[in-house]
Nanobody, 130 residues
Framework: QVQLVESGGGLVQAGDSLRLACAAS??????????MAWFRQAPGKERDFVAA????????GYADSVKGRFTISRHNAENMVHLRMNSLKAEDTAVYYC?????????????????????WGQGTQVTVSS
């Protein structure tokens, strides 16, 4: 089992930056090579892929809408995954969810599919005012 807790959301202005954190507990994300991802859901919309990182950390993927602005990283010693968000826009406003795949899946490549992930956090709200 993996438990995920997101933090770092808040209210910012357009152009600002935020760093979201996802703390994993239970099975460590390093020892079990667990692929991780961030998704987001805006009011009235479906949950969308944002960024992902493979189990070995060697592969990352991003949604076109955030490419060049967001960076996903993993810090295995701390059981943490971060999402650095720069040049935030009003359309980035959403609840951001951290997700983890089953151990050993997507070890060498990242996945943008929500169905690839088995564990989900409760989400953290990001609001960007224009």
């Amino acid at each position: 089992q993996v438990q995920l807790v997101e933090s770092g959301g808040g209210l910012v202005q357009a152009g600002d930056s935020l760093r979201l954190a996802c703390a994993a507990s239970g099975r460590t994300i390093n020892n079990n090579a667990i692929a991780m991802a961030w998704f987001r859901q805006a009011p009235g919309k479906e949950r969308d892929f944002v960024a992902a990182i493979s189990g070995n950390g060697g592969s990352t993927g991003y949604a076109d809408s955030v490419k060049g602005r967001f960076t996903i990283s993993r810090h295995n010693a701390e059981n943490m995954v971060h999402l650095r968000m720069n040049s935030l826009k009003a359309e980035d406003t959403a609840v951001y969810y951290c997700a983890a795949a089953r151990s050993g899946t997507y070890l060498y490549r990242s996945s943008s599919l929500s169905s690839s992930y088995y564990y989900w956090g409760q989400g953290t709200q990001v609001t960007v005012s224009s």
